[in-house]
């Protein structure tokens, strides 16, 4: 007791001491975990405006791009798959549907296979820009944006189902194993894609919803950007002319898309490319840098889309 008189503090003091000390140290874990919390929160906003910016088409290389990708993908759509295969080619599909790619109308079995993947690839390559557009998730839009959601999964199954069926029955593609394997990899990446999309919608997770429909967008257009790689390489002599190598051989496969290495890198390139540039658009910091490098990207893309569309127009004149 005279310790305690002497020294100026009580016994109650003595229990105080460490209980106040506890105190701070407590405050001050709860503090570092608010900020902890705060920059973790600050981050997905930036994130988030960054994937807003993407899926909202609001900017003007989105609209370049946009405007572009509709007009000639639905040209080409029209003419070279509607029409060439399931308007003209209906009268002689054995001989009429495989001018370009061997068998694709040898047997009913496939014939069937290709026509389901003809009309599935049509829809999502061109739907696909609707549901990613801002306008489609308006409120009175938002109907049409669920309808269409739903319209667009039906048709990547039947996509990748039609597809997975042609293989099953070709064995080997046109571009060999190189071919046979990047091809199905896709059909499994556009399948699996808008079936996830489609899942977490369901469960009213807003913000995986979003990135799964960009990564299934991604691979609903990557069959017309597969057409864009074609058409650079011949333009820019990147490969060997077509007409001396189209000759299919006893394996049914064609030098001109299994032998040329631009054409093996185009197999791959053609989806997995777009998939890493989605990949960081969810996941690359909003910076200025960042958007330069994405309005960059667009600029190339859109300068590519155009030398497709003078290609392919130049194309169709000389055939009339």
């Known amino acids: 007791g005279m310790l305690s008189l002497d020294s100026g503090n009580t016994t109650s003091d003595l229990v105080a001491e460490p209980a106040a000390i506890g105190n701070d140290l407590a405050a001050t874990e709860q503090q570092q975990q608010q900020q902890q919390q705060e920059q973790q929160q600050h981050h997905k906003q930036q994130q988030d405006k960054l994937l807003d910016a993407s899926l909202s088409l609001r900017s003007t290389s989105w609209r370049i791009i946009g405007f572009l990708y509709t007009l000639v993908a639905t040209v080409w759509v029209v003419v070279a798959v509607i029409v060439q295969y399931l308007v ?20 009913p079995g496939r014939a069937v296979c290709m026509g389901l993947h003809f009309l599935g690839g049509s ?59 990047s091809f199905s990899l896709y059909g499994g ?14 469960q009213k997770d807003v913000d995986s919803h979003r990135r799964w429909a960009l990564r299934s967008f ?18 820019w002599y990147l490969v060997s002319d077509p007409r001396n190598s189209y000759v299919p051989e006893e394996d049914r496969s064609v030098p001109f898309y299994r032998d040329e290495l631009y054409n093996q890198i185009s197999q791959w390139g053609f989806f997995v490319l777009n998939w890493l540039v989605v990949e960081w658009l969810i996941r690359a910091p909003s910076t200025r840098l960042q958007r330069l490098l ?25 055939q009339l």
């Open 294 to 318: 994405l309005d960059s990207v667009f600029c190339v893309a859109s300068a590519f889309v155009c030398l497709f569309a003078y290609s392919f127009a130049e194309y169709m004149l000389r």
């Open 218 to 235: 991604s691979m609903a257009i990557a069959s017309f950007v597969y057409r864009v790689w074609l058409t650079i390489g011949v333009q």
């Open 88 to 107: 003209v080619g209906v009268g002689d599909v054995e001989k009429k549907w495989s001018f370009m790619l061997p068998d694709l109308g040898a047997t």
């Open 189 to 202: 990446c556009v399948v699996g894609f808008a079936f996830m999309a489609y899942w977490k919608a369901r």
């Open 123 to 181: 829809v999502i390559t061109l739907l696909g820009v609707w549901q990613v557009c801002a306008c489609s998730r308006r409120q009175c839009c938002l109907h049409l944006h669920r309808i269409g959601g739903r319209v667009y999964v039906v048709c990547s199954v039947a996509t990748g189902v039609g597809g997975f069926g042609f293989i099953l029955q070709q064995r080997v593609l046109a571009g060999g194993w190189t071919m046979t394997v």
